[in-house]
């Protein structure tokens, strides 16, 4: 039965933890470039909210997406008829993280760049459920 498993978890945990790696690389980078303040200056609140429930809330509802995906043809880790739907209600949990983020760190700049990248988000968002959503519909017929 692990085995069956192992085709999907690998190539999943290979990128997730190559894409953890290289934005922890580029933040660290661009924070000794710009010269940043460290989270000790944003207070308790604000430390919980940077450093760990924004960035899980949009880590989380990344990882739950790949519950749909079917990596075989007996290789479906839940096989639900609102895939799609459910794909789409999930990926748009992501911006409330970016916000979070954006307001834990205490600094307006910061929280601007959060609202930024939420809009950036959601206007990513707008298009590609219309797309699906039409897609849906003309395969009901």
């Not at 192992?6 to 190559?18: A, K, N, R, S, Y």
């Not at 690389?25 to 924004?54: D, H, T």
């Not at 707008?126 to 395969?139: H, Q």
């Amino acid at each position: 039965m692990i085995w069956v498993l192992v085709p999907i978890f690998t190539p999943v945990l290979g990128i997730t933890i190559g894409v953890l790696a290289i934005v922890w690389l580029e933040r660290e980078i661009s924070a000794g470039i710009q010269q940043r303040i460290g989270p000790e200056y944003a207070g308790p609140l604000g430390e919980f909210f940077k450093l760990y429930i924004g960035p899980s809330i949009a880590v989380i509802s990344i990882l739950l997406s790949y519950l749909i995906i079917p990596f075989g043809s007996n290789l479906v880790l839940s096989d639900l008829n609102i895939g799609v739907f459910l794909w789409i209600a999930i990926s748009s949990i992501a911006p409330i993280g970016l916000l979070m983020s954006g307001y834990g760190s205490n600094n307006k700049y910061s929280f601007l760049g959060g609202l930024r990248a939420a809009a950036q988000s959601i206007s990513y968002e707008i298009p590609l459920t219309l797309c699906v959503l039409s897609i849906s519909l003309r395969a009901i017929r």
